[in-house]
């Protein structure tokens, strides 16, 4: 049941490079990055209950939360063309 | 007596959330524009994910293993919205246009011109 749901997980992962891979835009790759990071925490989790070892999911929560940190970072990197872009410079 | 029962229900909770997780994924590579490609990519962050860990939480039983899959769930619930607001805010600064079914331009401008607010 568990090879079942990785399986699942696979051909999700796979569709979701497809995406990235395809663009056209720079936020569908961030979008597709995303899902990535998503779904390769539940492979992680899944995995770790195939093979009955349960300690990957602290794997996964290190991954997911490098996950939030590295998208949010990237979308400001895209929306200001600078990560130290600071608000109150700009509105002065 | 009780094993079989919660072996059945977690089986069928994986399976629910493997469902969507492929429904999200090919949501993802389908949809015309980025904007309907979060709403997709949004079924396997809350619905797939959601319901597969809640399939191994039931196979886990109570314990720190649970405990982990919570906090991954907990995760997903808070910076799923948090990181897709962001994705949409990021994308209508960079002037991406959500793809409509009709041109309203025309219709604004048909509303402007009789003085009222559009």
């Not at chain 1, 990055?33 to 093979?51: E, H």
């Not at chain 2, 319901?51 to 109570?62: C, I």
């Not at chain 2, 209508?92 to 959500?98: F, Y």
Request: aromatic residues 8%; negative net charge; proline residues 3%.
């Amino acid at each position: 049941m568990f090879a079942a749901a990785a399986c699942a997980v696979l051909v999700a992962l796979t569709l979701a490079v497809v995406r990235a891979l395809k663009g056209p835009t720079v936020f569908d790759r961030v979008l597709a990055g995303n899902s990535v990071g998503t779904l390769a925490i539940l492979l992680l989790a899944v995995v770790g209950f195939l093979t009955g070892r349960p300690e990957w999911l602290d794997i996964a929560i290190t991954y997911g939360l490098l996950n939030v940190i590295s998208t949010l970072a990237i979308l400001k990197f895209f929306r200001h063309g600078d990560l130290a872009y600071d608000a109150e410079e700009e509105a002065s | 007596m009780i094993q079989p029962v919660l072996d059945i229900v977690s089986w069928a909770l994986i399976l629910a959330g493997s469902f969507f997780t492929i429904v999200g994924a090919i949501g993802l590579v389908r949809m015309p524009d980025v904007y309907t490609r979060m709403h997709a990519a949004s079924v396997t962050d809350t619905l797939g994910a959601g319901l597969l860990l809640a399939g191994l939480m039931v196979q886990a039983g109570l314990g720190l293993v649970t405990l982990k899959l919570l906090f991954i769930l907990i995760l997903f619930f808070f910076m799923g919205p948090v990181a897709t607001h962001a994705l949409a805010q990021a994308a209508l600064h960079a002037g991406i246009k959500p793809q409509l079914s009709e041109d309203r331009t025309e219709r604004l401008e048909e509303r402007e011109s009789e003085g009222r607010q559009p």
